[in-house]
């Protein structure tokens, strides 16, 4: 997260060259009568979320030839798991002399946290990625451990370190250890991590200090009024899902009832009732699960776990979504086409039907402005109270003039009311979110850094957590805790990194006496957690 790992990679690669290329002039080795070493190429593979490089998309096979003399070879992971299976896959039957997993935006994901996912979706990256032979293996993470130490395991697993690399053994020798003994287990932990990586802490780049802050507050008295209310609705909706039968569909859950909660703590009383719009919730309801994962988009593809924005900005699906629950990209869909194993209604995973809303609509430019004000009307009330609002504008009128703002919510919807309040108080600002196209998002972030009368960016925690680098902004205001705290640390990053002259103050807002309140020890512990290997 701004650190400089990119860079100490490609110095690593212009360093070892002449290595390279003296290793793969060496001939294949027979290791038996009837296996013989793969093909040497001296080139490094660095897979990254997404770019336009050498071997990426419909032409990669035509560009064989020239990745086979490149020192340094791009592909995404979309590529790497679409094409694995392929018999003119040209990824597999070679030996690369390293493999960089650029994985600290995109990891490998286990359970996480109180939530469970489909396995397939889990397991088909990181399959791929460990399907390539190379003589070197990397990982480039500022986050090694997001929600459980089951994180290193995976990232182990893919580095092929041995013996660890096995799943029973990591657990029986690190994880089940933390049960019995957790400061020796602790001491271990911290050994294996110095053993297998390289730290580049922030304290070697001398960067300005960082303060943070915990603003503590209270809800008003009509805002418990609709906190308590609301938790007596879901309530009533949970004890209707116990009586409900095995074969009965189950639509509402403890995580849909914590949202609510959450999204009050930032609404308030402008939040209508949960009666209102709890048939409406799935776009927070996926932003929220996206985060809790690790997930720095608004959604992920199933196949290549990739990550997209469920819609354009003309309100056009970027997906398709199957009565089974996965989701696919644009190319996966196009790709699994053309090699006749599916058809466009059929899910490449499972061959479920696809929903009947998942076909493009018609290009309308005001489609997206038409749908954000229906959302802003289904949502919210006219009028209302919100206390959380009311800080944020407090904080942000009074430093106005002091460095440039940048507010970070996970929902979509939390920035629509935040729209509502700036316009009110007349502050200029723009907005960043997974809705627009990433030439949109790129114009905005210019005008934030170019117009010094832009002092507020707007941004869903998602979306500024991609490779964004965010020094023109000293100032950053978190509106919610996240279940997973690396989603944080990891938008905080962007703007506290290498470039950045002057001190970060970062603010966070808690509510007292709610679910945030519980959320926040759980963040703190997860911290804790992550925070063991460096100990040592």
């Known amino acids: 997260m701004g650190m400089g790992k990119t860079l100490t990679t490609l110095a690593l690669i212009e360093a070892t060259s002449a290595e390279a290329t003296s290793w793969a002039s060496q001939p294949p080795r027979t290791e038996t009568d009837y296996h013989r070493e793969l093909p040497r190429i001296k080139s490094t593979l660095i897979i990254v979320p997404s770019t336009s490089v050498a071997y990426y998309g419909k032409d990669r096979d035509a560009n064989s030839d020239a990745y086979f003399d490149s020192d340094v070879v791009f592909t995404t992971y979309h590529t790497v798991a679409a094409s694995i299976n392929l018999p003119n896959n040209l990824i ?19 359970l996480v946290g109180d939530l469970s996912f489909d396995s397939t979706q889990v397991t088909t990256l990181f399959q791929a990625a460990s399907q390539l032979s190379a003589r070197f293996r990397w990982c480039l993470t500022g986050t090694p451990i997001q929600n ?3 994180d290193v395991g995976s990232l182990l697993s ?7 690399e096995n799943k029973a053994v990591f657990q029986k020798y690190v994880i089940l250890p933390f049960e019995e003994d957790p400061e020796e287990a602790c001491r271990k932990f911290a050994f294996l991590l110095d053993c297998i990586c390289l730290r580049r802490p922030q304290t070697l780049l001398y960067l300005p200090k960082m303060v943070e802050t915990v603003r503590y507050l209270d809800l008003s008295p009509s805002e418990q009024q609709q906190y308590r209310n609301t938790m007596q609705a879901m309530s009533k909706m949970l004890q209707r899902k116990a009586g409900q039968g095995p074969g009965k569909k189950i639509t509402f859950g403890l995580f849909q009832a914590q949202l609510q909660l959450r999204l009050l703590c930032n609404h308030g009383t402008f939040q209508k009732r949960i009666t209102d719009t709890i048939d409406r919730d799935t776009q927070a309801e996926s932003e929220d699960i996206m985060y809790s994962l690790g997930r ?37 869909a196009l790709d699994s086409t053309i090699m006749g194993t599916t058809t466009t209604t059929q899910c490449q995973l499972c061959g479920s039907e696809a929903t009947s809303d998942t076909a493009s609509h018609p290009a309308n430019p005001s489609i997206g402005r038409r749908n954000e004000s229906n959302r802003i009307e289904a949502y919210f ?45 007349k502050l200029p600002y723009v907005r960043i979110d997974g809705s627009q196209s990433s030439s949109q998002r790129q114009y905005n ?34 509106v919610e805790p996240q279940w ?42 997860k911290i804790e957690l992550a925070r063991i290997g460096l100990k040592s």
């Open 148 to 150: 459980r130490l089951e």
């Open 158 to 164: 893919f580095l092929r370190v041995p013996h660890l």
């Open 296 to 332: 720095q988009a608004d959604d992920s593809c199933s196949i290549c776990s990739i990550q997209i924005s469920i819609f354009d900005t003309v309100g056009r699906s970027r997906t398709r979504q199957f009565k089974c629950g996965h989701r696919v990209c644009q190319e996966c």
């Open 92 to 110: 597999v039957p070679i030996q690369w002399f390293r493999i960089v997993l650029d994985e600290g935006r995109y990891k490998f994901p286990v």
């Open 381 to 425: 009330h006219t009028s209302g109270h919100s206390s959380k609002m009311v800080a944020l504008m407090h904080d942000l009128d009074s430093n106005r003039g002091s460095g440039k703002s940048i507010v970070f919510s996970s929902w979509t919807r939390t920035l629509d009311l935040i729209v509502i309040h700036l316009d009110r108080l």
């Open 445 to 478: 972030l210019d005008r934030f850094t170019s117009y010094h009368w832009i002092p507020i960016l707007l941004m869903s925690t998602g979306v500024g957590a991609v490779g964004l680098n965010l020094t023109a902004a000293n100032r950053v205001y978190i």
């Open 484 to 525: 997973n705290p690396s989603i944080e640390s990891q938008a905080i990053g962007r703007i506290s990194r290498i470039g950045q002259e002057r001190t970060v103050y970062v603010t966070r807002y808690l509510i007292r006496g709610t679910v945030e309140m519980k959320m926040y020890s759980q963040q703190v512990r």
